[in-house]
């Protein structure tokens, strides 16, 4: 256990539905990641916030994706109107501001039907 | 954007057997990370290590940033070794974003 949890584990959804997903980083953390992984890849950023800011998007993060981190504590991923593509695991990162090792969360795992 | 490669591929190893996995990357790095992702999708740390050389029991790990590489050393692996390593890094261009590397994809077997 990292200290990063995240939340649900797994979601099934039918395309077209909303889903949001959950990141609770480690306390001292001020640095928070979000990255997609699909199968047999290497985890891909998506986006990165420093305390509630959110510095550096990916191209990947279409416009049905926001991403938010109110107070600079926990952070959600919302995906909108899913799409079969959208099926992938999505991991959580954080780590110190001083310092430039990251922590993964579980992951969420997401199946869009 | 900065490219990470990582060689070889796959791999499967006797257990007992030793193993280097490498990790070239094609721009100068502030940070470097070795990540072994289990069955269950897990990341789990195994080395920060933007340059020089680190150990933690049978796993050692080697950067020469100059050189733009970095080296993972698996001595007398065991089957829960199995599983894939990535390296990742953020480049020194003054951005956070992080490149995972292809991934080696190694199983141990008894």
């Known amino acids: 256990d990292t200290g990063v949890s995240q939340d649900p584990r797994h979601k099934i959804t039918k395309r077209g539905q909303n889903v949001t997903f959950r990141c609770d980083p480690i306390?001292?953390?001020?640095?928070l990641y979000w990255y997609r992984q699909t199968l047999g890849q290497g985890p891909e950023f998506l986006t990165y916030?420093?305390?509630?800011?959110?510095?550096?998007k990916s191209r990947l993060l279409s416009d049905r994706f926001s991403a938010e981190r109110p107070k600079g504590s926990f952070s959600t991923l919302e995906i909108q109107r899913t799409e079969q593509g959208d099926s992938a695991m999505y991991l959580c990162?954080?780590?110190?501001?001083?310092?430039?090792?990251?922590?993964f969360g579980p992951g969420t795992r997401l199946t869009v039907l | 954007g900065i490219q990470v490669e990582q060689s070889p591929p796959d791999l499967i190893l006797q257990e007992g057997a030793n193993s280097t996995l490498r990790c070239n990357f094609s721009d100068s790095v502030n940070n470097l990370q070795w990540f072994h992702q289990n069955p269950w999708g897990q990341l789990i740390n195994l080395f920060y290590?933007?340059?020089g050389t680190k150990q933690n029991g049978r796993l050692s790990a080697t950067t020469v940033a100059t050189e733009r590489y970095s080296l993972l050393y698996i001595s007398s692996s065991q089957t829960t070794d199995s599983g894939v390593y990535f390296c990742?890094?953020?480049?020194?261009?003054?951005?956070?974003?992080?490149?995972f590397g292809t991934g080696t994809k190694l199983q141990v077997i008894p």
């Open positions: 306390s001292e953390h001020n640095r």
């Open positions: 990162a954080t780590r110190q501001w001083t310092y430039n090792e990251q922590f």
């Open positions: 916030f420093q305390n509630e800011a959110q510095l550096e």
């Open positions: 990742a890094v953020i480049s020194s261009g003054g951005y956070q974003k992080v490149t």
């Open positions: 290590i933007p340059s």
